[in-house]
């Protein structure tokens, strides 16, 4: 596709619900990222995959994240036992080089 | 530890002045610098970039400026225009993490 393509654009969930989040990165781009935004902050790092590999897993906030990329092109991102804290800007981006990314739509993400 | 601050939270600027949105960070590991645009509901759009081996990159109507010594990245628009009207992330990497680390942003207003 043209861009980085993520669904569901809303998703809203019941507090203890698990959700998953899915992202289409640009074709080719080996480099995936996951990305968090609250609310009137930037962006913050989740994860990254290199192909199929998650090399970086250090943002993850609890072992209630995880995420995957099985055959190196669509990632998914699934956040077991939603909680309130949760709710937020879930971002993924693609990169050919890894410098510069690009970001899709988001999907927001309110735990209710 | 906001490793990346941007200490404007909003910016007014005339239709057709400059607008100058400002960026300083702590780490001096970063080597590799961005600036993101982002609309309402969208995802951040890549604007332009730096190498810290660079002190300006210029691209249209953006120009960025790195001060190495200080800390400090600018981006200059001029002329403004009314559809610059965004939030603007100020990012850097360091060579060898993948991840950018974000500002929390600057909402540019351009008034016509």
């Known amino acids: 596709g043209a861009g980085v393509s993520q669904s569901p654009r809303y998703k809203v969930a019941k507090r203890g619900q698990d959700v998953a989040l899915r992202c289409d990165p640009i074709s080719g781009h080996v480099s995936l990222f996951w990305y968090q935004q609250a609310l009137g902050q930037g962006p913050e790092f989740l994860t990254y995959?290199?192909?199929?590999?998650?090399?970086?897993k250090s943002g993850l906030p609890s072992d209630r994240f995880f995420a995957e990329r099985p055959e190196g092109s669509v990632s998914t991102l699934k956040i077991q036992r939603t909680q309130q804290e949760d709710s937020a800007v879930y971002l993924c981006a693609s990169s050919e080089d890894s410098r510069r990314a690009f970001f899709g739509q988001g999907t927001r993400l309110t735990v209710v | 530890d906001q490793q990346v601050k941007q200490n404007s939270p909003s910016l007014s600027v005339q239709e057709g002045r400059i607008s100058i949105l400002n960026c300083d960070y702590t780490?001096?590991?970063?080597?590799?610098f961005l600036w993101y645009k982002k609309y309402p509901a969208e995802g951040p759009t890549f604007l332009i970039s730096?190498?810290?081996?660079?002190d300006k990159n210029e691209d249209g109507r953006f120009t960025v400026f790195l001060n190495k010594s200080a800390k400090h990245l600018s981006l200059h628009i001029v002329p403004s225009q009314p559809g610059d009207s965004a939030v603007y992330f100020c990012a850097a990497s360091a060579q060898g993490a993948q991840k950018l680390v974000f500002g929390q942003g600057t909402r540019l207003t351009i008034n016509p």
């Open positions: 995959f290199q192909n199929e590999a998650q090399l970086d």
């Open positions: 730096i190498s810290s081996i660079k």
């Open positions: 780490n001096s590991m970063f080597d590799y």
